[in-house]
């Protein structure tokens, strides 16, 4: 006997629901017939209904005498009457049938309750509890701490949080919030938290349960005076007053517009970028019975809305002539470029939801995928801002050819010959006589070619054996400089035991002399630049989401705090405050 069935059976048995509706659930999820059939028959037998279920016929009790069966009475009374009576029941039949049809259908079965939570109008008014992970271990394959950020090999950062939020008034919003985050790196982890009360424009954040917080606003506190628990910032008073040129507010304004975010609010709404991939079975959340889903990512779905979210805020900043329609197809370009690549490297390992079956609320969501790391795009921009430009690599170039230039002569003098090579390299340098053979830096530069811009040792001259060692009489070494450095030319040069020669013409073939189209430019184009990041992009990382709702439509009061420090007012005065007065709290 299937033990998930018997459950289900059992939970569904306990909810009211019939043998039918139980039967065309467990039909549509898939089940065959003859396992719904004994499910419901070993229920019914752990039940004690057994002897109901398979025999509707009332039995009389012992020792009385037998009373006539129903269908025996039915077969007693005069023909026109049986066919009345027949007729009532075949009408029942097909009414309760349609009526449990019409209930099965219109709200249990998967995909009616997944369409209705897709198109219902949301409660806006609820609780949830949330976890929210992000673990990055991209760094922990380098060979040595100097290729990680700062030698961090691994970060994780996880919020835990309760939360309440009413935002029935959109003007008005209210919402209060404790979130605890922890960040490690490797062994070291570093724990706090903080609390928010949300009332319209104004927010309160508790200092005290925050040592960042704390440390922040310890200069805010005149001496001998006791710090507020808790911080108000009206973030509209704010605005208003932050100094900002008031044309460019008004431009500002002109782009972001109610009407702009009621047009974005309805792309999301419309947006089918979450499947329904499979219908898992009843469960309990939060106290409200819910439908289990297993569900899939739409990528294409998912692209589209975002770019048609960019695409309403582009037709915003037309109207408004804050940009030119140039600037704005060429920033549509590129939102298009980066969305596409971002999206396709996403890759969903678990998405389940768990849908309200009478109010089509979410109750409950669990999220992973991988995840774009940080530690790796940290380590490529470190990569970039220490080759800013092509004259750094030309001058390391410079540096490299001369370093190379000793050592081998250092070679020459204890083994009276220049070393073998093996791949373009010298053999037996390392590390008696150079720590480490360089690599030419990338990309290359000027009109050198990626061939020319390696480094290439090459032995001539007359071979010898000397104390077991092959060595030669002479040698070149290969390289290119974008630009003139070190009183040396552009271009091809070559390193022999007399010392540079530059500006030496190509005799190799055609594509070896052609520099790449895009390395001779000390400006790389926009467009460039972004297909390079977007190609580096590591999605190393893992993401997890773990949350719940409840308490739908239950409002309750967020008050202000009885104490509080009002930063919005000091900033105000130029961020100072009356000698005479302190702090400004409200008490």
């Not at 596409?340 to 890759?347: L, N, R, S, T, Y």
């Not at 739908?552 to 100072?576: C, H, Q």
């Amino acid at each position: 006997m299937n033990q998930e069935l018997l459950a289900y059976v059992k939970s569904a048995k306990q909810h009211n629901m019939s043998d039918g509706e139980i039967r065309q659930n467990l039909h549509n999820a898939g089940w065959e017939g003859k396992d719904i059939e004994e499910a419901i028959l070993n229920y019914a037998a752990a039940s004690g209904l057994a002897e109901q279920v398979l025999s509707p016929v009332i039995k009389p009790s012992a020792g009385a005498e037998a009373a006539p069966a129903v269908l025996g009475n039915i077969a007693n009374t005069p023909k026109k009457n049986n066919v009345k009576v027949i007729l009532s029941i075949l009408a029942l039949v097909l009414l309760g049938g349609a009526g449990a049809f019409a209930y099965v259908f219109g709200y249990h079965t998967p995909n009616q309750v997944w369409s209705k939570f897709l198109t219902a109008k949301k409660s806006e008014v609820y609780d949830s509890k949330f976890s929210l992970s992000y673990k990055d271990n991209n760094a922990s394959t380098s060979s040595s701490a100097e290729d990680s950020i700062l030698g961090i090999k691994s970060i994780f950062l996880k919020f835990d949080g309760d939360v309440y939020l009413n935002s029935a008034d959109k003007s008005n919003p209210e919402s209060t919030a404790d979130v605890q985050y922890t960040f490690g790196s490797g062994d070291t982890n570093f724990n706090t938290g903080f609390k928010y009360r949300l009332k319209g424009n104004v927010i309160y954040l508790n200092i005290g349960s925050n040592p960042l917080l704390d440390m922040a606003t310890a200069g805010l506190v005149p001496s001998g005076q006791e710090k507020p628990e808790w911080l108000k910032i009206d973030t509209k008073a704010l605005m208003q007053g932050s100094g900002q040129d008031s044309s460019s507010l008004e431009s500002l304004g002109s782009v972001f517009t109610p009407e702009l975010s009621n047009q974005i609010s309805e792309v999301w709404k419309n947006a089918k970028i979450v499947k329904l991939k499979k219908f898992k079975g009843f469960e309990k959340v939060s106290g409200s019975m819910t439908m289990h889903f297993e569900n899939e990512l739409d990528k294409e779905a998912f692209k589209s809305v975002i770019i048609a979210s960019v695409q309403k805020l582009a037709d915003a900043s037309k109207n408004s002539g804050s940009t030119s329609p140039e600037e704005i197809q060429s920033g549509m370009d590129l939102a298009t470029k980066i969305v596409g690549a971002i999206v396709e490297k996403i890759q969903v390992t678990n998405f389940e939801t768990w849908v309200g079956v009478k109010n089509f609320n979410l109750y409950k969501v669990k999220f992973s995928s991988n995840a774009p790391s940080v530690l790796a795009a940290l380590g490529s921009f470190q990569t970039t801002m220490s080759d800013a430009s092509f004259q750094a690599r030309d001058t390391r170039r410079y540096s490299d050819i001369q370093q190379l230039s000793s050592a081998l002569e250092l070679y020459y003098k204890d083994n009276g010959g220049y070393p073998e090579a093996l791949n373009g390299k010298p053999v037996g340098l390392e590390p008696g006589y150079i720590y480490k053979i360089p690599d030419a830096p990338l990309p290359p530069d000027g009109s050198c070619s990626s061939y020319y811009n390696t480094y290439w040792y090459t032995p001539v001259g007359q071979k010898k054996n000397v104390n077991g060692k092959s060595v030669h009489s002479d040698y070149t070494y290969d390289l290119c400089f974008g630009e003139p450095v070190g009183g040396y030319p552009a271009g091809l040069a070559r390193l022999t035991p007399e010392g540079v020669t530059g500006g030496l013409v190509c005799d190799s073939q055609d594509t070896n002399c052609k520099a790449s189209e895009n390395a001779s430019s000390e400006i790389v184009e926009s467009k460039d630049e972004v297909d390079a990041i977007l190609d580096k992009l590591n999605f190393a990382a893992e993401f997890n989401v773990d949350a719940t709702y409840g308490n739908y439509g239950k409002i309750r009061a967020v008050e202000e705090p009885k104490e509080f420090f009002d930063l919005t007012e000091m900033l105000s005065r130029g961020g100072s405050y009356p000698s005479d007065e302190g702090l400004n709290m409200n008490q």
